[in-house]
């Protein structure tokens, strides 16, 4: 076959992902072929593991164990890494990268600890590399970023872009479960590792803030710039006071740009319950996008497993082999730097409203006290709740004003001194994204 009629690809891992990409690039590979006048071919899968490349439904003479089998076949111009990690993975993508191959990865925490690296190399190397997978599985938000929106500045970019988290404070709302319970379910039905920091803890969230992040404004923001928060200390009584409140609780990732400085910063956030965003339940994936000249768009769908992802990576293959065959290997480069704003914001001056859950004494005074804190610090209450509780300690719960994150943390250390406040405070930051 004319090698302009078809791209040999070697695909490096085949898991839960690679297994999707297998899948689906056989099943409509004739699709595939028509719509870009060239066929996608697997020349190569590699993995360690017999049994999963046994389970292929590919010709033995595909299957290998041996990674330089792939990265040393002069006729595989691009190759997919879907092995995941920030080691192994790292040492075969500069590989390829320096073989002058095309690299299509998924791999969302090393392009986020390591993607300043990375993208030099494939820049040195006059190659490429694709990362749609990277952030939200099947929605093409990098390509919107990189190239629809190609006039916009972004002065806001948020979402939910963890389906774990999201499932988990969805069950939590809609059937009043605690979080210890809904996890052990999310856990067994594959929603979640079974490890599930990373999800739960917000890091793979960041990961893929500091990726929108950069793209986004031209400059590595870098993940250890990012604040990160989980969803472990979100109870109940938070969705439901919340829910009584108007809000929502969802786990967000948030890029803001305001005076030349950059924030991102992931944490369980209290959103209108109006806001679109507030009804993308289960493990679905959104993200919004106001740029100065488009104005807000949605993006919606599922941001994680086999299918959805491998769809991802097949585009990135299709873009990899239109420009393969143009001859234009970096006709939209992996990443541009433009440093429209190469300042980072931290998490202390960020401003925004507070919900406060306090556990106090059920005696007179404790308002007072808690109030002469924070007017001490010049935060403004907005309002003040009280619920009924059996014992002598009572959950209160306090909405402020607008105020900077540093002052409200230095007031709640504060606060949590007092005697008559009997557990650590909750504080959880309200957005309405006007």
Known sequence: MNPLKQLNIGLVGAGVVGGGVVKNLTRNADLIADR???????????????ARLAALPLPKSVKT???????????????????????????????????GK??????????????????KVAAKNKTNLFYEASVCGGIPIIKALREGFVANQFPL??????????????????????????????????????????DIDGVDSAHKATILASLAHGFWTGYDNAYVEGIRHVSQMDIQVARELGYAIKLLAIIKSTNEAVEVRVHPTLIPQRHVLASVTGVFNAVAVRGDVVGDAIFYGRGAGADATS????????????????????????????????????????????????????????????????????????????????????????????????????????????????????????????
């Open 65 to 99: 164990d041996d990674m330089q089998q792939v990265l040393g076949d002069p006729d595989v111009p691009v190759v997919v890494e879907l092995v995941g990690g920030t080691g192994f993975a790292k040492k075969l993508i500069l590989d390829a990268l320096g073989r």
């Open 36 to 50: 870009l006048g060239l066929r996608l071919h697997l020349k190569w899968v590699c993995d360690k593991d017999a």
């Open 311 to 434: 769809s991802a990576v097949i585009a990135d293959l299709a873009d990899a082999a239109l420009n393969l065959r143009d001859g234009s290997i970096q006709r939209v480069p992996a990443f541009v730097s433009h440093r429209l704003q190469p300042k980072m914001r931290t998490i202390d001056d960020v401003e925004s409203r507070y919900y406060l859950r306090l556990t106090v004494e059920d005696r007179a005074g404790v308002i007072a006290k808690v109030s002469k804190v924070l007017g001490d610090a010049d935060i403004s209450i907005a309002s003040v709740l009280q619920r009924e509780s059996e014992t002598n300690r009572v959950p209160l719960i306090m909405m402020l004003h607008t105020a900077k994150d540093r002052a409200v943390r230095d007031a709640v250390t504060q606060i949590d001194r007092l005697d008559v406040v009997k557990d650590k405070t909750v504080v959880l930051r309200v957005e309405s994204f006007d």
């Open 157 to 198: 970019i948020y979402g939910i872009v963890n389906g774990t988290c999201n499932y988990i404070l969805s069950r939590m709302s809609e059937e009043e479960k605690d979080f210890d319970e809904v996890l052990a379910e999310a856990q067994k039905l594959g929603y979640a590792e079974a490890d599930p920091g990373l």
């Open 102 to 119: 095309i690299v299509v990865t998924a791999n969302k925490a090393l392009l986020a600890h390591d993607g300043e690296e990375i993208f």
